[in-house]
């Protein structure tokens, strides 16, 4: 055993019975993947993930109650380290940029196949966004225009980095930097690219072409 992994532990929350088993039992076939909980509502989800400590939650948006973008807020104020992917029928904008304000690591859409939605669980457990092609559209349709030749070489270097879903951490090992000047240079690409989140400008990034 002590070549294993430990599963990531996963919380699924969804106020429709069928969609919130069906989700379920996807993540659950994954051997990698230990579905530790269920909860109908954004208040049944936050009592669940004090309990359950997951390590990730697979969050509906539109929910009774206090709905999924507040549940994702209170969440992520009490685990500052849980990964939060949203999961949800809609791809506007708005309901997007809502729902990273407050504390998602990634956002999907309810269309996605099983092996994106397993790999989006991964990613959020560890600390990085994952995008529905939709989403990302949606999202970068509202950033404003922002020239990237503004970025200087080493912000590029980094913005490609920082893109990749490396840590600032990771990236400092990279490029044999101290953490403080990557911490920096986060900070100007964010200026530079009018966004407020290494989620957001990782969007950016991955769909500048």
């Known amino acids: 055993m002590s070549g294993s992994v430990t599963p990531h532990r996963v919380l699924v929350v969804d106020d429709h019975d069928l969609l919130r088993e069906g989700v379920s039992a996807v993540l659950g076939s994954f051997p990698d993947l230990d579905l530790v909980g269920e909860a109908h509502s954004g208040e049944a989800a936050i009592d669940a993930a004090a309990v359950l400590e997951p390590d990730v ?14 549940a994702i807020r209170r969440l992520r104020a009490a685990h500052p380290d849980l990964g939060i992917l949203a999961l949800s029928s809609y791809s506007d904008g708005a309901r997007v940029r809502e729902a990273i304000e407050a504390g998602a690591t990634g956002y999907l859409i309810k269309s996605v196949d099983a092996e994106s939605l397993a790999q989006a669980v991964r990613s959020a457990a560890g600390g990085t966004a994952t995008f529905s092609p939709e989403v990302t559209l949606a999202l970068v349709g509202g950033l ?23 840590t600032n951490a990771q990236i400092a090992e ?36």
């Open 57 to 70: 939650v697979v969050m509906d948006l539109v929910m009774p109650g206090i709905g999924g973008i507040e």
């Open 174 to 209: 990279t490029l044999v930097l101290s953490i403080f000047t990557v911490k920096n240079h986060v900070s100007s690409i964010l200026m530079k690219l009018g966004v407020r989140s290494r989620t957001e400008a990782a969007a950016r990034l991955l769909s500048r072409d």
């Open 144 to 166: 404003p225009s922002t020239n990237l030749s503004t970025l200087t070489s080493r912000e590029l270097e980094i913005a490609e980095l920082l893109a990749s879903g490396m």
